[in-house]
């Protein structure tokens, strides 16, 4: 009996120690699994990189979605880029436009043909007075064409030394500008200018004709530009804004300023090539209201777009959105 029990206990024994060697061996072999699959376990969607990069900032279009949303493009090349200084001021007459008319003898004055606002020819009746001498009766005509801007007497009142009337040529008039000491040292007579009303809406150009030689007490000196105005719209007392060319800069490589977007606080334009549109970033240098010049993204003969490249960027912004959630 006793020797049945030890028996029975070496078995156990046996079965216990092959038991926990078992589990052992798949507690190895499951760590070693375990080790195995982190070796081979593929990145997370955090860890990838995209797989266009390049193609991030590119839109394709079709030829009729081109047509459509008025996309225009121009070739890059190399032009001259005008500097200008912007200065205020207003219209006047020109002195050597002015008429003063009196009368060559005392008179009575027996008849006016004209009134404030008519305007007149060369040689045009416009008073007719009696010489108190003489009482012969005499013609003032007008000296030369113009507008009637001041009338100074009635009919049966005394001419004697005074001003009867003033006429004004204004096809020609002066823009007088004031300019500060930073401008006057640009300012050279003979540069062209651009002339605003105040209101944009209409501009014509003139040249720099005269500079004043003194500063006034407001350290503001007088600039004179000579602009036409057959049209009568450029009145005398009209305040306007002048855009004077002070310089002219040659660019390399310049584009218009229309085409410049912004993305991701940075400077791109569009480049084209086939009916892809890329956002290229580029360093920008001198610039007007229309050209930009540009250092460093494009070359030269690269067809970038001038007109309606913020539907390109919108697009860009759209699918970066989108890409985002």
């Known amino acids: ?66 047509l459509a949303n008025g996309i225009k493009t121009e070739r890059a090349s190399s032009g001259t880029i005008s500097q200008h200084d912007t200065l205020f001021g207003v219209v006047a007459p020109t002195i050597d436009n002015t008429f003063t008319i009196m009368a060559p003898y005392q008179g009575i004055v027996e008849r006016v043909f004209v009134e404030i606002g008519d305007r007149v020819t060369k040689n045009q009746p416009l008073l007719k ?66 002339i605003y009303d105040l209101h944009q809406h209409l501009n014509t150009t003139g040249k720099v004709s005269y500079i004043a030689p003194m500063m006034t007490g407001g350290h503001i000196a007088r600039a004179r530009v000579v602009i036409n105005n057959r049209d009568g719209h450029w009145r005398p007392g009209m305040h306007v804004k002048a855009d004077v060319k002070t310089a002219e800069l040659t660019s390399q490589l310049r584009v218009k300023q229309t085409a410049i977007q912004s993305l991701e606080d940075e400077n791109v334009v569009f480049v084209k090539t086939a009916n892809r549109f890329e956002a290229r970033h580029v360093t920008l240098g001198e610039a007007n209201r229309e050209w930009v010049s540009v250092i460093e993204g494009l070359n030269a003969g690269e067809e970038y777009v001038t007109e309606n490249s913020y539907i390109l960027k919108a697009d860009i912004l759209k699918n970066g959105a989108s890409h985002a959630h």
């Open 1 to 66: 009996m006793e020797q049945h029990i030890m028996k029975s206990l070496k078995l156990s024994t046996i079965a216990l120690t092959f038991a926990f060697s078992t589990l052992g061996m798949a507690h190895s072999a499951m760590v070693f699994a375990g080790e195995g699959h982190d070796h081979d376990e593929k990145p997370t969607s955090a860890q990838k990189q995209p797989q266009h990069d390049e193609e991030e900032n590119v839109v394709v279009l079709t030829e009729q979605a081109i």
């Open 129 to 194: 007075v009696q010489n108190r001498q003489t009482l012969q009766s005499y013609i003032i005509k007008s000296p030369a064409d113009g507008e009637v801007t001041e009338r100074l007497i009635a009919q049966g009142q005394l001419a004697l030394d005074q001003t009867l009337l003033t006429i004004i040529n204004l096809e020609q008039v002066w823009v007088e500008l004031s300019a500060f000491p930073e401008n006057i040292e640009k300012l050279k007579i003979g540069q062209s200018a651009d």
